[in-house]
């Protein structure tokens, strides 16, 4: 970028001003000051300050911070279900402004991808834990690739060099990975707006809403928290059809392992038509997972292992902790796992009627739920529930999307013969 645009430069505090005042300018209802969507917006931008203190090396403020503000979206998000006031409250930029800024921006953010340009260090640079690789529980290759996107990853040496070539094309296939696991997020989203909220202009609103968020622009090439992220949002967009969700949400599970807390919510909206199908696809796409791992794998051992991490029966070794819970004491996270476990079942009864909207939100709840019990940088992988939550925050009343009406009935070539006939 900076051979184009000379002297180009956005540090993270910039960006932070920058897109903050254009959220407001753009979202900001200033003709109903105390709505709903009014604090809902102010609350987003109270996340900047933490990834602040991050940048800056006030790393155990700054997931203190994270932590906060995620509670009180993770209430924000539980009491989404009794709002049933939706007032459609458009943006205040127009349909054709605001396509051409969110493209403007979805330009910009890819390009910084393609450079591998890194505007965002969570660490700020003094963390020793930097370059070590990702671990935790999830598809042990997908968390090699996911180590090539962080910043200084493919660093070797220079004598090594088939393994500085080696590095290098890790460290492509992982910046490709991320762009498009980005424009197929944000193409979702959109989707979503279109086809589910009947209004595309929601759903271009909530798109160049996700790529002003400071956070976008942050961790955009990070595959961890990116690639996980977009096949919830297309399980989503694909609500209407179970088999594809359920493909959809297994590989995010197999993927990284916590979005398999999410299939007892899933499963609860199906109760009543789709069941079996959303289970199949499920089922189907973690057994392609767990078939690669066995035809790769180089020993039984090996094997046994991997498997173990995929499904989360092994978590990460305290001594390769990051984040959080490098600055108290590790135990204490499980009385938060345990909430966490009690919550994603009590979620899969209650509210017993649920609708597209109850799936969004829940769904978020979810995800942003991991972040108070993950051992590596827990707080900091907002992509797991921020365009869930976006959508959530800009969604109309969606009571009438429940499965009985909204999922497609799947019928047989005999079935479908017989009522032509």
Known sequence: ??????????????????????????????????????????????????????????????????????????VRLLLDTIMVRRPLL???????????????????????????????????????????????????????????????????????????????????????????????????????????????????????????????????????????????????????????????????????FYPLFLLPLWCSYYWQRGLLRFVAGAVCALLVLAFSLVATAASLPELVQQLKAMFGWTTVGLNDVDGFWQYHEPAFRYPLLAAFVALAGTLALWPAQKNLGTLLSCSAAVMLGVQFWHLQQGGLYTAWYLPLLVLTILRPNLEDRVALSAVIERRSPWRRANLSG
């Open 1 to 74: 970028m900076k051979g184009i645009l000379f002297e180009y430069d956005m540090p993270p505090t910039t960006w932070i001003y920058v897109s903050s005042l254009m959220i407001l300018g753009i979202f900001f209802k200033f003709n109903r000051l105390f709505s709903i969507r009014n604090l809902d917006l102010v609350a987003l931008l109270v996340f900047s300050p933490g990834f602040l203190l991050l940048s800056h090396g006030q790393e155990r403020l700054g997931y203190v911070w994270l932590f906060g503000t995620g509670a009180l979206f993770l």
């Open 90 to 256: 458009e943006p205040n930029l127009n349909a054709s402004g605001l396509t051409f800024t969110g493209f403007a921006l979805l330009i910009f953010l890819l390009s910084n991808i393609l450079q591998g340009r890194e505007i965002f260090d969570p660490q700020g640079g003094g963390s020793q834990t930097r370059h070590a690789p990702l671990r935790g529980p999830g598809y042990p290759y997908f968390y090699e690739l996911a180590s090539a996107s962080k910043p200084s990853s493919a660093a070797a040496n220079p004598a090594q060099s088939e393994a500085t070539r080696a590095a290098q094309a890790a460290e492509v296939a992982a910046r490709i990975t991320a762009l498009l696991a980005q424009l197929a997020m944000v193409l979702g989203i959109v989707l979503i707006g279109y086809r589910h909220f009947d209004n595309i202009h929601s759903g271009v609103a909530a798109a160049s809403l996700y790529l002003l968020l400071p956070y976008t622009a942050f961790m955009v090439g990070r595959v961890d928290h990116v690639v996980p992220a977009a096949l919830v949002v297309w399980a989503v967009a694909a609500y209407r059809r179970p088999v594809i969700s359920g493909i959809l949400l297994g590989l995010a599970g197999g993927l990284i």
